[in-house]
């Protein structure tokens, strides 16, 4: 049996291939094909199965990350797309929280509201808090709306009553007559995607849940029909941003859920591998085409938030933390009208791409500075297949960037690169040394296409005393898929005090969360012994705005005073102290429904003779030392144990790790680098 993940990058799409039996690993990218994302995940499966001797029926698992969901919300390309809401709740979406992006820049703008207000339509009906019905729904007038809204030609529909959270009635009644009405619409309910306090959240979410789905659906209705006709008979996983994975009927109605997807495969793969290596406390450093990717993880877990921002709009759902910054191997460098040098967040993307790949990229790129210092290989990567154009980018580089700031190729090469590593460290700080975490208690895991590139000189500037590098670090993602197991999120609110009167309602508001949980882990068909729940309760101080998250194993009669506990510790965690002798306000329960998927071990390297370099070429090391005659290894020939003492260069398929004078490497039997750093 044998198992594929499939990872969707700006720039690539990686493939991984496992057998489910031994966990040998085989890797494969292609281009990505961003007009159409499913050819080149088809493409690359079927070349995978043909490079590999297979047939298509030896395949009985695909997981997926993809970035459709989130890109049709940065580019607007989402569905024409309405709003149905509660009389005098038109313009929720328009207020806000009165947050500007910028403080202080006037120039800056809030997000446009996914639905245009002609299209936010008022409903008669008000559920009050408690979901007692004041006034009942005017269902003639729903039908009005309907009949209005399907003339007008809109695509989808998002219905965000007040305090469907509480009781879902009203929603559930407008989703049934807006169905009948207009059949040929996407219908989002508040109460199914985000049944959760919070007015402004919970409609921002629902809406944009709204505005990508019938994008969503379209997209995957072609990558499984092209998953079919390449003979793969079992339905695919997508990875969603909790790093759980989900049906396809599932993502097809909370496609909102996929916003994070292949990078929360990445986390979820690195915490996998640090547990196994003995290395808990990770900080993870994905850098692709386009972006760089930073997380925590602590104590073997990832770091998870309830909410984040995608292009500037709320999204409120269980997810990976992760912080994005615009910083990959495409990034433009370019100079701003003071004519000082600046790197990214444009990209080149997968098209043109950097002007080295010879697909007639124009502008200078972090990749073109890393092929003109020759630490990327100058002739070739992708083992060879992907041929390289060194001269054109060393004539980017120096006409854009050297000859206008009257520098020297080499300087300006590293000047671009130092910008973007100084990026890419302050996106690290970020999440680390800003939340009260010792940087030098954490290693630096590096992976994505351009990630050991630039982890070295990154770990050093923050403090990191080691790297490490897991095998074909550009297809961790793809990797980390078939790590993870199906998983989705319940949540329900139930403001209260704590006390013990009302812990029976938190109780009975789990029992009902399990309901729900075990209806949906039998409709993606997990069976009974492979399910597992885990519950976690938002709770604050009487008097607060927002919540600590607090994990419960147990909620039996004695569990009240083992919250109460537990959630003094977490709010110390928190915000650095606790008052014990303040009431407690429980807000939101949630339970994650888990069902274990096989996965295949961690394959540890076979012994293999000492390695001697495979080749030697100059490479640029700033500077301090300039050009240097360096060995350069293939990765694949280094066998468990090795150590090399840089400088080296260390090229396999998927990316390549440059080490300084002086950085240290070692090989652990699982065929990870482990660099530290000088």
Known sequence: MYRVGVDVGGTFTDLVLIHGGDGTTRFHKVPSTPHDPSEAIARGIVELIEMNGLVPTDIQHIGHGTTVATNLVIEGKGARCALITTRGFRDVLDIGRQTRPHNFDYNVRKAEPMAPRKWRKEVTERIAADGEILIPLDESEVRRLAEELKAEGVESIAVCLLHSYRNAAHETKVGEILREVVPDAYICLSSEVLPEFREFERFSTTTLNAKVGPRMESYLGRFLQRVQEAGVVHEPFTIHSNGGLMSVEAVRKFPVRTCLSGPAAGVVGAATVGRAIGRPNLVTFDVGGTSTDVSLIVDGEAMFSSSRSVAGYPVKTPMVDIHVIGAGGGSLAWLDDAGSLKVGPQ????????????????????????????????????????????????????????????????????????????????????????????????????????????????????????????????????????????????????????????????????????????????????????????????????????????????????????????????????????????????????????????????????????????????????????????????????????????????????????????????????????????
């Open 347 to 678: 990209s080149a993307g997968a098209v043109p791409g950097p002007v080295g790949y010879g697909k007639g990229g124009e502008r200078a790129t972090i990749t073109d500075a890393q092929i003109s210092l020759h630490r990327l290989n100058p002739v070739s990567v992708l083992d060879g297949k992907f041929p390289i154009y060194a001269d054109a980018a060393k004539q980017a580089v120096r006409e854009q960037v050297a000859e206008p700031l009257q520098l020297d190729l080499e300087t300006a090469a590293e000047g671009i690169i130092r910008i973007a590593n100084a990026n890419m460290s302050r996106a690290i700080r970020s999440v680390s040394t800003e939340r009260g975490y010792d940087l030098s208690e954490f290693a630096l895991f590096a992976y994505g296409g351009a990630g050991p590139l630039h982890a070295l000189d990154v770990a050093e500037e923050c403090g990191i005393p080691t790297v490490i590098i897991p095998p074909e670090p550009g297809n961790m993602c793809a990797r980390g898929i078939l790590l993870t197991d199906i998983s989705f999120d319940f949540v329900g609110s139930e403001i209260l005090l704590v006390e013990p009167a009302t812990w029976n309602r938190i109780q009975q508001r789990f029992a009902a969360l399990r309901v729900s949980a075990d209806e949906w882990l039998a409709a993606e068909d997990v069976a009974p012994e492979h399910r597992s729940y885990q519950c976690v309760i938002d709770a604050r101080y009487v008097g607060q705005n927002f919540e600590v998250q607090v994990a419960m194993e147990h909620l039996d009669e004695g569990s009240l005073d083992l919250f109460v506990e537990a959630f003094h510790e977490a709010h110390k965690k928190e915000y650095g102290y606790n008052v014990p002798t303040r009431q407690i306000e429980i807000i939101n329960c949630r339970m994650k429904a888990i069902g274990a998927v096989s996965k295949a071990p961690l394959a540890s390297l076979e012994p293999k003779e000492p390695t001697q370099p495979d080749d030697t070429r100059r490479v640029y090391f700033g500077s301090t030392h300039g050009w240097l005659p360096t060995d350069v290894y293939r990765r694949a020939n280094l066998g468990p144990g090795v150590k090399i003492v840089g400088p080296a260069v260390v090229e396999e398929m998927s990316s390549t790790t440059v080490i300084r004078p002086g950085q240290r490497l070692e090989v652990d039997a699982y065929g990870n680098l482990i660099v530290h750093i000088a």
